[in-house]
């Protein structure tokens, strides 16, 4: 980048020089330099805040009564089978029908209780998020030198 600033003020030294000796009296030479920007856009990444509310379940025990006849029933029929196939004969099953009846009656008569949703509760959960904003900004590009020697324009491109 200097390479070409430091050639173009080197062309205009030379000129001024060249104009001095030839002419043998020294003229003022005129110049501008104008400076020329571009806008560039970047991305820019920025950490934000993202906040929501969720549905978190809230859990609590529930009681049920149980059902001392379905637990009856379904104990004389296993106490029949189990006390068939141990004695094999019909006292056997009514003997494991009447046993299982009573057992089931009693586990079937229990209260049951557990834990289940009953409900549910707001909750606000919060996030670091990576967003991203646009920045326009004008940066240098290059500058033109012109100047003018015996009525006549030079311009060229330099870099500062």
Known sequence: MNTIYNTGLAL?????????????????????????????????????????FIEVPVYGNVSRQGDPVGGALMGMVLGGLVGKGVTGDDKGAAAGAVFGGLVGADKGSRV???????????????????DYRLNKRKIYDYSLLTWTVEGVTYTTEVVK
């Open 12 to 52: 205009l030294t030379s000129v001024c020089l060249t104009t001095t000796a030839q002419a043998g009296q020294t003229k003022p030479i005129t110049g501008t330099i104008q400076d020329f920007y571009t806008e560039v856009e970047e991305w820019e990444p920025y950490l934000s805040r993202q906040c929501s």
């Open 112 to 130: 049951r209780t557990r834990q289940q949703v009953v409900g549910y509760k707001k909750k606000k959960v919060c996030e670091q998020v990576t």
